[in-house]
C-alpha cells in the first residue's frame, strides 16, 4: 500500500474466520489441518494487513512471518496433536476437546516468572486486580480493554490474557484503583500499560486510562509507556485509522503535560517495518515527542539471522525509533519449539551488534526476564581455566542486585536462567535461597531425565538440595 492509497479497513481473522482469507484456499491441506487443530489450544489472531503485506505466501510454511502467524503441528507433542486431531477432526467432541486442550495449556507453564504468585500488589489487604509491581519504581496496568492483541503470537509469554482461561487472567476494568495505588506508591515512576495490545482500544477508551495518570497528586509518575504490536501489525492505527489523528494528540497532551510517553513497539522482524506505512506511523508516533522503543524475543524458525536483526534496528534508528531490547524466549506456551541455547542467542546478538552503529548500540540483549530479574548475557569467556557465562541483573526484584557480575557454568544446552548453575564452585548465585537452588536442582535433575519442569510448576520434595 501506499501513503496515498484509501484507507483500509481493520479485518481481523482468527480460526472461525480464516477460511474467508483468499491465501487459505492456496494453503496445502496439512498446514490447514495443522492450524485448525492447533489453534484450539494456541489461538491466532491476523488481520488482512498482515497477511496482504507481510506475509510471503511463497515461501509458506517458513516465511517468518507465516510461522509467527499461525500454529504448527510441531508445537504439540506428536501424542497430544495426534490426540486432539481425532477429538477435533474425527470425533468432533467438543467436551473432550475442552478437557484435552486445558490439560495441555496447563501443562506450558501459563504464567513464567512469578507473574500470578509474586507480582500481583495488595491494598487495605486485598490483592489488585489488573496490575502488577515487580520491580520498585514500575507498575504494570492491564486494562480490561486491551487484553486483546493485534496478534496472538503463539511464543506469547501472555498467552492465558487471549485463550478464555478466565482464572490464569488478569485485567482492571478502570484506572480508579491504579490512580489510588500509585498515590500510595510514591517511589513508582513508571506505568506501563500492557495486556494484550492497548492500541487495540480507541483513543476515547484509552484516554479513559492514561489521563488519570497526569493528574498533579500523580507528579512522581515520569514515564509512561504503553506496550503494542500494533506499530508491526496494524500500523494504519497512527496513520490512516479514523481516531488516528486523536490518537496522535492523545500522545501530544501526555508530553505536554510533562510526562515522557514511551511506546515499545513489538517489531520481531525487519519485514515489519519495510513496508511504507508502517515507517510512516514510526515518524507520526516519534513526531509528537513521545519515543518509540524497539523490543522482541529471539525466536527459532523466526529471527535467528543476525543480519536481520541488523536491518530492523538501523531502520528503526534512521526513522527514529530507539533499539532498546533483544530477549531470549521465555519458558512458556511451545517453548521447545521457539526456544534457542543461551549460547546461540549470544552469538546472534554479538554479530548483530557489532554490525551497527552506536546510535543503535542502545539494545540489551540476550536478556532473560526470569523470576528473579532481568538477566543479560555480557559474555562467554574463560576465566581461570573455566568456561563461563558472564552475567548480570539489568533490573531486579532486589535493586541491590542490579548490575552485579555473576557467573554461570558454560552449558551449550542450556535455554534459560534455570538450567545454569554457578561457575568456580558455588553453591549458589548470590541472589538464590536454598528454596531457590532446591527448585532448581530438581527442574535440572528433571531435564536431565528428558523431561521438561517448567519454572512456576515445579514442586519442592522433601529433599535436601544436594539429593
Ligand atoms: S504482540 Fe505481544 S502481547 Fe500480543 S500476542 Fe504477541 S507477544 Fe503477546
Excluded at 286 to 306: C, F, K, Y
Excluded at 405 to 412: C, M, S, V
Excluded at 413 to 421: E, M, Q, R, S
Aim: proline share 7%; hydrophobic share 40%.
Amino acid at each position: 500500500m501506499t501513503f496515498d492509497s484509501p484507507p483500509v479497513k481493520f479485518k481481523p481473522y482468527t480460526r472461525q474466520t480464516i477460511s474467508q482469507a483468499p491465501q487459505w484456499q492456496h494453503l496445502p491441506e496439512s498446514l490447514r489441518e495443522a492450524v485448525q487443530v492447533v489453534s484450539r489450544v494456541m489461538p491466532f489472531r491476523t488481520n488482512q494487513y498482515v497477511m496482504d503485506e507481510l506475509i510471503d505466501w511463497g515461501k509458506v510454511p517458513d516465511d517468518p512471518i507465516y510461522r509467527l502467524t499461525f500454529p504448527h503441528q510441531d508445537m504439540l507433542s506428536p501424542a497430544d496433536y495426534s490426540k486432539l486431531r481425532d477429538l477435533v477432526l474425527v470425533k468432533k467432541d467438543e467436551a473432550a476437546i475442552e478437557e484435552t486442550v486445558r490439560g495441555i495449556r496447563l501443562a506450558m507453564n501459563p504464567h513464567p516468572a512469578g507473574q500470578m504468585t509474586h507480582n500481583v500488589p495488595f491494598m487495605n489487604g486485598q490483592p489488585v486486580s489488573g496490575l502488577q509491581h515487580k520491580y520498585k519504581e514500575t507498575v504494570l496496568f492491564f486494562p480490561s480493554a486491551g487484553q486483546t492483541c493485534h496478534a496472538y503470537c503463539t511464543f506469547c509469554f501472555r498467552w492465558p490474557q487471549f485463550v478464555g482461561m478466565d482464572d490464569l487472567k488478569f485485567d482492571a476494568r478502570e484506572s480508579s484503583e491504579l490512580v489510588a495505588y500509585l498515590k500510595l506508591h510514591p517511589e513508582v515512576t513508571d506505568v506501563l500499560i500492557t495486556g494484550g495490545d492497548p492500541l487495540i482500544m480507541n483513543t476515547r477508551s484509552l484516554a479513559g486510562y492514561i489521563e488519570p495518570l497526569l493528574a498533579p497528586e500523580l507528579s512522581h509518575i515520569q514515564n509512561i509507556r504503553i506496550g503494542t504490536k500494533s506499530v508491526a501489525y496494524w500500523p494504519q492505527r497512527y496513520v490512516s485509522d479514523k481516531d488516528s489523528d486523536d490518537l496522535l494528540r492523545l500522545f501530544e497532551k501526555v508530553v505536554a503535560s510533562g510526562k515522557n510517553l514511551a511506546i515499545m513497539g513489538h517489531y520481531n522482524h525487519p519485514a515489519e517495518l519495510r513496508t511504507e506505512i508502517a515507517q510512516r506511523a514510526v515518524k507520526r508516533i516519534v513526531s509528537t515527542g513521545a519515543t518509540l522503543r524497539m523490543q522482541a524475543p529471539l525466536i527459532r524458525h523466526i529471527n535467528e539471522d543476525p543480519n536481520g536483526w541488523v536491518e530492523l534496528w538501523t531502520t528503526g534508528v534512521r526513522l527514529g525509533a530507539i533499539p532498546y531490547y533483544m530477549f531470549v524466549e521465555r519458558d512458556t506456551g511451545p517453548s521447545h519449539y521457539f526456544e534457542l541455547p543461551l549460547a546461540k542467542a549470544y552469538e546472534i546478538f554479538q554479530s548483530a551488534y557489532q554490525q551497527v552503529s552506536g546510535l543503535a548500540r542502545t539494545v540489551r540483549g540476550p536478556s532473560m526476564s526470569a523470576f528473579p530479574g532481568k538477566v543479560v548475557i555480557d559474555g562467554i569467556v574463560t576465566i581461570a581455566g573455566e568456561k563461563v557465562f558472564a552475567l548480570q541483573f539489568l533490573q531486579a526484584r532486589n535493586p541491590d542486585w542490579v548490575r552485579r557480575p555473576f557467573y554461570a557454568r558454560f552449558d551449550p544446552t542450556a535455554t534459560w536462567l534455570h538450567d545454569l548453575v554457578p561457575a568456580f564452585g558455588e553453591k549458589k548465585f548470590f541472589f538464590e535461597t536454598d528454596e531457590d537452588t532446591r527448585h532448581k536442582t530438581v527442574h535440572i535433575m528433571s531435564r536431565h531425565a528428558g523431561r521438561r519442569v517448567p519454572e512456576s510448576t515445579v514442586e519442592i520434595p522433601a529433599v535436601t538440595a544436594e539429593a
